[in-house]
């Protein structure tokens, strides 16, 4: 590596490290933030939330790496401009596509690590974080009764209307509804007027008291015929004490690792597998439906006794009233309103009850249906999404390279001012066009390819554009094509007015 390379590459390598620590350090705060409800009052240890973190990290290098290629691009040619260093290398016979070589090497290997990271890295911090989410979810539960609301307590689901007191340990209006290993469901209710909470916190038990209340029972007889009337034992109490252990609450495998599907879990190879799964089954769903829609509907029937009359003489009316040219069964079918005449007035209405019974439940079940299948069309588009961004991640970071560099060469200036604005400016508008774009991809108004690649693609034209006018020493823009004409045009007004006076 020749010494203008090795200079330009350590330029640009100081600059790369110390923007994407601090980008990620920005984003990494982001995400405390956003999940500062999940970890907040779980007497998590420093270790735990570092995990935390540390799985979190890799969900935002889609967002940090691109921004910090394209930042770093701008500040180092913007620098090198501004300082004359750029300047220098064209007088020695160096141009911009010959000073960026050393450079288009790196971001080539950066760009196919990027692609196995998305491959491989990520998806297994998408398994770890989500596990590790959900099992710190399930620490202290009983600290968290919300007003209007079912809580899961020890054996018991418990609703409060309301709680007061220093500690919020008074409960106005309390229903439980009360587990019972023997029997699966709610048949052990009790309701009272208030409650109040008394523990101590050396303590592993928690003592319910409840006041003024109603014990409701449900009793299961073994005759069927009696369980139709569905007994039950009512008991009044003034005072009633229940008391919860604690003791399994916080007992809690951090490790534990059940939670093993989501497309974001996913390499490529499995991706693919699942689309192939998704298709076939949402295919197979559609042709299941459609058999039992017609199935229903009766419309095959018809066909078999049109096709197959019994009597002859059948044949001959529906052959002598058919025009010329059209087949006799498609006649008669638009014509069946002569078979429905030929019944009676009240027959007549209780078909047509029967028909519009008919109708309006296959209506309902073609709406539940539909909203099914769209779920189903949009787990797939997420899915395909998932599969394009891996590879649209690479080629972004390779594209916004060229946008960065010759931008910089163009606006000489260093630093992080104006070159800082103006990275901010364009990733926001690459970040928002792909995230509008999904969007409208998952509920299948876009392509998902489209939808992942449609950023990239804006980008391509502008890094070529960039690239020309830097390699040919022009601006960014020429304001002279739009001033020239506009002050030619003034002048000869002027000489105009001149000649006439």
């Known amino acids: 590596m020749k010494i203008i390379d090795r200079y330009i590459f350590t330029s640009f390598l100081k600059t790369f490290i110390a923007v994407f620590t601090i980008l990620m350090f920005i984003f990494l705060l982001q995400t405390i933030w956003l999940y500062i409800s999940e970890l907040a009052g779980k007497d998590l240890d420093f270790l735990i939330i570092g995990r935390f973190l540390f799985y979190f990290a890799p969900n935002l290098i889609p967002l940090v790496l691109p921004l910090t290629i394209l930042v770093t691009s701008i500040m180092t040619f913007g620098d090198f401009s501004e300082n004359y260093e750029f300047a220098a290398m064209k007088s020695s016979g160096i141009s911009l596509q010959r000073a960026m070589k050393s450079l288009i090497i790196f971001v080539s290997f950066l760009s196919i690590t990027a692609f196995f990271f998305a491959n491989n890295v990520i998806p297994w911090a998408e398994f770890k974080s989500i596990n590790l ?82 014990y409701y029972d449900e009793v299961q007889p073994n005759d069927y015929k009696a369980r139709r009337k569905k007994p039950f034992v009512r008991s009044y109490f003034d005072e009633y004490k229940i008391n919860i252990d604690l003791s399994t609450f916080n007992e809690v495998d951090l ?11 996913l390499d490529s190879e499995e991706l693919r597998i699942a689309l192939d799964s998704l298709s076939e089954d949402l295919n197979q769903d559609k042709k299941n439906f459609s058999n039992n829609i017609i199935n229903r509907s009766g419309v095959e029937q018809i066909g078999i006794n049109l096709k197959k009359p019994k009597d002859t003489s059948q044949i001959k009316s529906i052959v002598a009233k058919t025009p010329q040219g059209e087949e006799p069964i498609n006649y008669h079918i638009k014509n069946i309103d002569e078979l429905y005449d030929s019944y009676d007035l009240r027959d007549q209405q209780q078909h047509l009850n029967i028909a519009i019974g008919g109708i309006r439940g296959t209506l309902s079940n073609i709406k539940g249906k539909k909203e099914i299948l769209q779920k189903k ?125």
């Open 133 to 214: 989410r959900k099992n710190i979810s399930k620490l202290k539960p009983a600290m968290a009764i919300v007003e209007g609301a079912f809580n899961e307590i020890g054996d018991i689901n418990i609703k409060v209307d309301g709680k007061s007191g220093k500690n919020d340990q008074l409960l106005r209006t309390v229903i439980i509804h009360k587990k019972n290993p023997e029997r699966r469901g709610n048949f052990t209710v009790i309701k009272s007027e208030r409650g109040e909470l008394v523990g101590d916190e050396n303590s592993d038990i928690l003592s319910l008291i409840l006041f003024n209340g109603n």
């Open 255 to 265: 490790e534990e690792e059940k939670f093993n599907y989501s497309y974001k879990m």
């Open 377 to 501: 069309a949009t787990t797939i588009n997420k899915t395909e999404i998932q599969l394009h961004d891996k590879y649209a991640l690479a080629m972004a970071c390779f594209i916004l390279f060229f946008v960065g560099a010759p931008l910089g060469a163009i606006i000489r200036k260093g630093g992080l001012g104006l070159p800082m604005v103006v990275a901010i400016l364009l990733f926001l508008t690459y970040h928002f066009i792909g995230i509008f774009a999904k969007n409208s991809a998952e509920n299948g108004a876009v392509s998902p390819f489209l939808a992942s690649w449609l950023s990239t693609f804006i980008m391509l034209p502008l890094g070529v554009f960039l690239t020309y006018r830097a390699t040919t020493d022009q601006g960014f823009f020429n304001p002279d094509v739009i001033l020239l004409p506009i002050k030619k045009f003034f002048r000869k007004i002027g000489l105009a007015k001149k000649e006439k006076k």
